[in-house]
């Protein structure tokens, strides 16, 4: 059993498995023949049963709910819980001295999704959380370049050698000055994080600049998901995105715009980013694929629409 942290149906590579949930195994009556938990991994065994048909029941853990069910085309990575049979299986055939080990169950948690504004993040900088790689307390000086950008050969995958690297993406991208008026052209700053919070679309009457918006929402979403703390736990609120999910979808949609400008070089394999119905429920950008000037735009879209529900 998994925890679906995107809520996609499919166990990704970073989502962990569920401790200690109980497992019932079924035959075709209907009687209870077997019953464990899962280990510290999320895993459990049935052993040694013999050739015929079973189902498995999933129980969910107080406070999350099932996954969507056979989401994709690799069994071993989706969830069989339906739940409308309340965690059932269907009716699995097993044959003789046969192994099964994809039946399993994904888990999402139940809250209520939260996110404070890049104007709230501006004005009370002693909140920052300072985690390993977040933006620390007092300190908005900290570069926007190596705060979003720090795990950019994780995400760089792929993407040509131009753009193995921070800077050389980010060199790439041209970003507006707050509160410059009327600029045809923006241009590139060494930008901080609190200054990132100042940017915008067209903020002081300046002309509207998508990657000054990407650049205002991504800096607050950082800090809304390294503080899930904030109003996490007892409130049963959290943060859409993680720290490296704000970074990574951030990186990629900037250099997708790039490539698309002409600025970086196209890779063989398009770059483009995927945002999940999760991800954007409520914002009015569809879930799916997105590349170039899209990509840019409908991220800071979804950024602010999580980073504008309060908490």
Known sequence: MWEDFNRNGIQDATEAGIAGTKVTLYNTSGDKIGE????????????????????V???????????????????????DADATSGGASAVITLAANANNLTVDAG???????????????????SEWDGGVTAPVKGQGGTSYEATMFQNWNTYGVGITAEAATAEAATAAIS???????????????????????DFGGGN??????????LARHSSAALLNAYEDDLFGGTANKDYRFTPNRVRE?????LVSEAIARGLIAA?????????????????????????????????????AYNNELGG
């Open 36 to 55: 464990t938990t899962t280990d510290a991994n999320g895993n459990y065994l049935f052993s040694n049963l013999a050739a015929g048909n079973y189902t």
């Open 57 to 79: 029941g999933f129980t969910t853990p107080v406070g999350y709910s099932f996954t969507g069910k056979d989401v994709g085309l690799n069994d071993e990575k989706d969830s």
């Open 107 to 125: 888990m999402v948690r139940e809250y209520t999704p939260w996110g404070l504004t890049p104007g709230f993040w501006k004005n009370h900088e």
């Open 175 to 197: 970003w507006q000055e707050p509160g410059a008026k009327n600029k045809s052209a923006p241009v590139l700053e060494d930008l901080s994080v609190l200054a990132g919070l």
């Open 204 to 213: 002081g009457g300046g002309t509207y600049s998508p990657y000054g918006a």
């Open 249 to 253: 979808l951030t990186s990629l949609a």
């Open 267 to 303: 890779p063989a394999t398009p770059v483009t980013i995927t945002l999940t119905a999760y991800e954007v429920a409520g914002s009015g950008i569809a879930a799916g694929t997105y590349t170039g000037l899209a990509a840019v735009e409908n991220l800071h879209k979804v950024f």
